[in-house]
């Protein structure tokens, strides 16, 4: 029988969208919807006198114009902490500023008028009276003694702080025959997704109903997140994710917005609909890393890594953003230091700091392209320093294929990874010899060519040890229902969530394998509250491993369910029957009644059946990872690079990945994501960069200024895969969203730096901008010159 | 951002002097001034409309003049609110330094701009800033040049 | 004031009243029902708002309706219902060439264009005709692969050579 | 981001242009492409009472040949400069010039009149017009008149376009056989605005250069002729040391602005480079 796990199925949902068929919460009208619109503070940091809504609130079209004393009444604060974050400190946030604007774009008034143009005409008559005081915008300084405060609620600029080290890493130093260092500066980027953030509260006053149009990732996060902070029965919020036009980790937040939108619903008792104009995305969706990194690293003689030691300062905005915190990924960014590598000491530093800007947050790869970056930027030195090659030195220290399971110096527990099989396929995919061979002859003519590579590791179907351990109620579990309809097709209801990468496909995919059909008659129904059953949703790559096994799991219970039907309809043991081809067939793979005449029996006639007999046939199941606290997957990538020395532009040429996710159940979709991601990770290593002045201002926030990675500027990018799938799981899957993301920085910033080697030039500061490239190359020149 | 530069103006430093203090000269100065009421001798109520381009927009705000060393040197600095756009502010050290006919101004400034203005100006925001500082002062020495010179130049 | 706007939508004729500040992006949305026509940036920087009009891609959010007198507009619905984009649709179906599908309008509009110019388009020719076309998801590869594939089928379909001949 | 409210009016001629812009006291705004000003517009930057669509008006369209000069009307679109054989043979740089301008939605509704009146300093088409030494036809109530290219470009996002005053056409010299042109632009990515360009040409007989014509965009307020590199080419062979020259005297003609984001002495850098290289590769008409 043909098994549709591993199978490059097509997406069936795309083909509505290739029609113009989508469903976008911002293509959604009710019946008496107000469009809201927000003022915003124009400054990083001050008090506010006087907010005057007089002129405004005579516009035409207005509805009604809020501010915060009657706004923030209905909805109770959120606070950005995790209890397993020990000392983590975040000030409570609420939707409308009370008296002090804490960055550029924080809301301070919400219009609502009959259209958004109404909307619009009304706020820029709102009169603010807001008085500047100096924001905080160097998270380094801010944690000076005596800095002033960028959030006045909170006890200092210190989010959070935490040390992670192993016993002997002053003596793994002291006794290294090589010490190579790095200063590292990540800059700070945003999601960018094409379809902004989009939200229609709809509160029904006559059932006391709430039902939120919401373009995210996490319906059930958000469902828990209505009922509590505005008061509502659980039961009473249904919470709606229809077609999300990207989301990638920043979808998942409670933003001012969307808690404004449904507050104001409330109050009303009318539908209202906010979706962020790109302007305002910039000032409101979370931004990303902002991370200054100290690395060093220590080796033996022979090139052996002996120990890492990082300090990482993460700047996070005025608040910490809930509920995952902005403390999450400067963890994940000290614990996935030298991931790949055996080492054995490490000591990370982590510091959190205030800042007056946007909140930054969980975005796609969660720490892993600074952790990544670092860790290689370091190896690709030790490479230098010992004068082994960058293949050669990584072949020395990656972990061994059979050297599993193994426990890094941070304390991350691996079952098992590919790291060698990677690397060799890489060597094969790249020939290394080849590409110097072709640099050394171009370098003559003038042409600088490099290429880096990086290996990382990914962490992905996290359990509750990602949050729920802190406290939050994000759900660790997911679920599905299965159910076969009467003419034998099969429709599952699961709590994961589709944003275009194809979960429903692969859902179809496992569960067609469990019941012997083909995925055609497998229809999936995800992101709506009221018809999935709860669940953590897509996020942190859960999508294939975990819900991918829920599925898997409750397709099986299904199947046994008809298997024992089956087996008092034609007279024969369960035990000896199995599914295949939409039928259900005997150990001699003849068929024996199809699963329609198991339908039509169940539903129309079961009084035909024997008494006592289950005749439901649906089934829920629920799943929880179990086993290891998280699946890592692994994988390496390779990029080249030509550097225009006299201009400071990178063309990049191509990008290697070659990726471990485990079991594939969807190839195409699976290098498809690689692809994404790969982008995602080489958007902020070349372009994508929020840039504030020393103001707190945002100085490039639109999609002319802030540059995201287009066709012209991204290579074409070949993926291999080696495949180790996890014990952990019948399905054997993890996740492989981040993967393309984590690493391509990184690989492409090493190849920059080859490329760059002749003049003794080094990039350490992302994006890697021609100015950037220009002042290392002077530098190099000075250095040289002026020794 | 910073901005420094020097003009020489064909006037005495005492008359320069005054003339930075005098509400009609200042109004005359400011690039798209409006209205500029005094509040005291040193402090202005400023409407300003400025457009550059595909940007139009009118700022209520202030202007003042402090850290005075008379007939030396002082601080002029304004801002000001253009609503929905943002806000303009910025303040220029004025040193007055006597010179053979007349006098050299020398100014050190430092402006910056909020809000939509900041985060979608930032590719002219240089050139607009000494577009405008450059438009000032040229201003100023207009107003200090006596008008036959003027004619004749 | 609203002003009697007469325009050809997807072949049909339509007359609208409508605001003198109505984009033709919000007028096909909303006045139109025609939601595959996205708003990614509404300045003309991302490419989710293409539509033909008189068959030449333009950016719906930075056109007026008013400005669309006398013109026709085709969108996406339309393209969809005359087939005339359905092998370019299939190849961007079977190379993934989407994931969230909000840029996918835009894509589609620049690649029928750009093949109605140049048949036989090389990946670069591709690249740069795509190069006001924002894609958050895909890494635009497979784009450039289904635009590629799509020129390949049309270029062996013996009456688009004969039409290439004339 | 939608627009605020306004009046739309279109203008079937010039008469009436005009009549309905002084009739708005100067609040209004002339629509070609509406590329400039819907944008801005939207975002708020500006409210202008009225728009006045010129886009109907006979005189302002169509490219032709006439009296030793290549006349383009201003509401040739950009996708058309770029496709136009006239403009090919007599204007290179702006066939050239127009696949830098943008992205090819923009270019079917962006039109070059619309880009020459907004007079944007990192923008193609002004650089490739005074390097062309062109003339911009301006016609008003009072008249008709030709204004040198030279000319017209006054200071930031300002023209010698007189309130009301419509920019009808851009008036070309024919180029004598022996000329050679040379545009590029270094952008971050493929059409954005420019970080630098270069339009340039020169009439190069006998291994000679003369009559050289350089301009820059996205160094300045306006686009910037750089006349001490014209003169470091008249006279001298195109040489590598006649380029060095030109490149080592853009200074006298260049003074960037302030910019947080790149600083004026690398734009002079990437100037002297991007100079370099056009000149190097200037081509006669193909």
Known sequence: MTMHIGQAARRENARRHLAGRGRFVSDLALPRMLHAVFVRSPMARGRIFEIDTSEASACPGVVRIFTAAELNARCTPWIGTLGHFAGMQSPPMNILAEDEVLWTGHPVA??????????????????????????????????????????????????????????????????????????????????????????????????????????????????????????????????????????????????????????????????????????????????????????????????????????????????????????????QVIRLMGAPYRMSDYRGRLSVAFQNKVQTSQYRAVGHPIACAVTEALVERAAEATGLDPFEIRARNLIADDAYPHVSATGYQFEKLSHQACLAKLHEMMEPDALRAEHASLRKQGIYRGFGIASFVEITNPGAAFYGVGGARISAQDGAVVRMMPSGDIHCAISVTEQGQGTETIIAQVVADQLGVTPERVSVTTGDTATTPSGGATWACR??????????????????????????????????????????????????????????????????????????????????????????????????????????????????????????????????????GVVQGLGPAFFEECQYDADGQLTNGSLADYLVPMACEMPDIEIAHIETPTGDTILGAKGVGEAGTAAAGAAAMNAVNDALRPFGARLTQTPMTPLRILDALDAAREERTDP | MKLDGEQFLNADPQTVWTALFDRDVLAGAIPGCESLDQLSATEFAAVVKLKIGPVSARFKGDVELSDIVPGQSCTLSGKGSGGIAGFAKGAAQVTLTPEAGGTRLCYDADVAVGGKLASLGNRLIGATAQKLTDAFFANLSDALTPPEEARSA | MKHLLTTTVNGEQVQEAVSPRTSLADFLREDMGLTGTHLGCEMGACGACLVLMDGAPVHACLVLAVQAEGCTVETIEGLTETGAAADLQARFHDRNALQCGYCTNGMLMSAQALLAANPDPSRDEIRDALSGNYCRCTGYEAIVDAIAATASDRAALPETKAEAAE | MKLPSFEYLRARSMEEAWALHSEAGGDAVYLSGGHSVVPSMALRLQAPSRLIDISQIAELRGVSLADGTLRIGAMTRHAEV?????????????????????????????????????????????????????????????????????????????????????????????????????????????????????????????????????????????????????????????????????????????????????????????????????????EPVK
Request: proline share 6%; charged share 20%; hydrophobic share 45%.
């Open chain 1, 110 to 331: 919400m219009v609502l008028a009959r259209s958004r143009a109404e909307a619009e005409d009304a706020a820029e008559l709102v009169m603010l009276d807001i008085e500047d005081a100096e924001p905080v915008t160097d998270g380094a300084a801010a944690l000076r003694p005596g800095a002033p405060l960028a959030n006045p609620a909170a006890r200092d600029n210190l989010c959070y702080e935490a040390v992670l080290e192993t016993a002997d890493v002053d003596a793994a130093f002291a006794g290294a025959a090589h010490v190579v260092e790095a200063s590292m500066t990540f800059g700070r980027h945003t999601a960018v997704t094409l379809e902004p953030r989009a939200v229609i509260a709809d509160f029904d006053a006559s059932s006391g109903a709430l039902t939120v149009h919401h373009g995210t990732q996490t319906p059930y996060q958000f469902q828990d997140v209505y009922s509590r902070h505005f008061g509502l029965p659980e039961g009473k919020v249904r919470v709606i994710a229809p077609d999300v036009g990207g989301s990638f980790g920043m979808k998942l937040h409670v933003y001012n917005e969307e808690m404004g939108a449904v507050a104001a619903s409330l109050i009303l008792g009318r539908p209202v609909r906010y979706v962020a104009d790109r302007l305002e995305s910039f000032l409101s969706d979370i931004h990303a890393r902002d991370h200054i990194v100290q690395g060093r690293m220590a080796l033996d003689a022979e090139g052996t890594i002996l120990a890492m030691e990082v300090n990482d300062l993460t700047q996070v905005g005025a608040i910490s953003a809930y509920p995952r915190t902005s403390a999450a990924e400067g963890n």
């Open chain 1, 543 to 676: 999508g294939a491993g975990i819900g991918g096994e829920t599925a898997l799991r409750a397709g099986r219970r299904l199947r046994d369910r008809i298997l024992t039907l089956a087996g008092a309809l034609v007279q024969a043991d369960p035990a000896s029957l199995r599914l295949e081809n939409g039928a259900v067939v005997d150990a001699t793979g003849a068929a024996r009644i199809t699963l329609e005449e198991i339908g039509r029996i169940a539903t129309y006639r079961p009084d035909t059946l024997p008494d006592g007999i289950d005749h439901s046939l649906t089934v829920a199941h629920h799943f929880a990872p179990t086993g290891y606290p998280f699946d890592f997957t692994n994988g390496i990538q390779g990029s080249l690079v030509e550097v225009d020395v006299e201009t400071g532009l990178v063309r990049i040429l191509k990008h290697w990945v070659v990726e471990d996710c485990g079991r594939i159940i969807n190839p195409l979709l699976v290098d498809e994501q690689i692809r994404g």
């Open chain 4, 82 to 282: 770029l496709a136009d054989p006239l403009i090919a043979r007599h204007a290179p740089l702006l066939s050239q010039a127009a696949p830098h301008v943008a992205h090819p939605a923009i270019r079917n509704r962006g039109t070059i009149g619309g880009n020459l009146a907004l007079a944007d300093p990192a923008s193609e088409f002004p650089a490739a017009v005074l390097a062309l030494r062109a003339e911009i036809e301006a016609t008003g109530p009072e008249g008709r008149r030709l204004i040198a290219a030279d000319d017209f470009f006054l200071d930031l996002y300002e023209t010698a376009l007189a309130p009301g005053e419509l920019l009808t056409a851009i008036h070309v010299p024919l180029p004598p056989e022996s000329r050679l042109f040379g545009f590029d632009e270094i952008a971050r990515r493929r059409g954005d605005y420019a970080m630098v360009g270069v339009a340039a040409q020169a009439d190069v007989a006998g291994g000679v250069i003369a009559d050289a014509s350089v301009t820059l965009f996205s160094v300045g307020f306006t686009p910037v002729r750089a006349k001490a590199a014209e003169q470091a080419l008249d006279g001298a062979p195109l040489s590598p040391e006649s380029i060095a020259r030109a490149q080592a005297a853009l200074a006298q003609n260049l003074d960037p602005p302030e910019d947080p984001g790149f600083p004026p002495e690398r734009r002079l850098q990437l100037a002297r480079v991007l100079l370099g290289r056009v000149l190097s590769r200037m």
